[in-house]
Nanobody, 128 residues
Framework: EVQLVESGGGLVQTGGSLRLSCAASGFTFDDYAIGWFRQAPGKEREGISCISSRDGNTYYADSVKGRFTISSDTAKNTVYLQMNSLKPEDTAVYYC?????????????????????WGKGILVTVSS
């Protein structure tokens, strides 16, 4: 059974930083993509970043580009999201999700709409 577990969330002041982790386990395919999503109260879920284990390519939504950095430790099957210069509007529940290798022919921006497995989410609160 594929499992994704997020960690690293919490409360931070405006301008601060947090690093989220997503640990993936229980899968047998060689390659995958992991994406980060967020959902703020009363808003739709937004795909904000994605990384491919095959080639390390990354994707960022405009809302986080230049402030967030996605990275991976393939040996640990763990993906990180370094979030800097946080703003109150970054407050949301953050989810990681995994797409298996059958989706890797797609652009990462499209893979975000084709995730197969999801974590339970973790809350990030940015105080003003």
């Amino acid at each position: 059974e594929v499992q994704l577990v997020e960690s690293g969330g919490g409360l931070v002041q405006t301008g601060g930083s947090l690093r989220l982790s997503c640990a993936a386990s229980g899968f047998t395919f060689d390659d995958y993509a992991i994406g980060w999503f967020r959902q703020a109260p009363g808003k739709e879920r937004e795909g904000i970043s994605c990384i491919s284990s095959r080639d390390g390519n990354t994707y960022y939504a405009d809302s986080v580009k230049g402030r967030f950095t996605i990275s991976s430790d393939t040996a640990k099957n763990t993906v990180y999201l370094q979030m800097n210069s946080l703003k109150p509007e970054d407050t949301a529940v953050y989810y990681c999700a995994l797409a298996d290798e059958t989706s890797l022919y797609l652009p990462l921006s499209v893979i975000l709409s084709n995730m197969d497995y999801w974590g339970k989410g973790i809350l990030v609160t940015v105080s003003s």
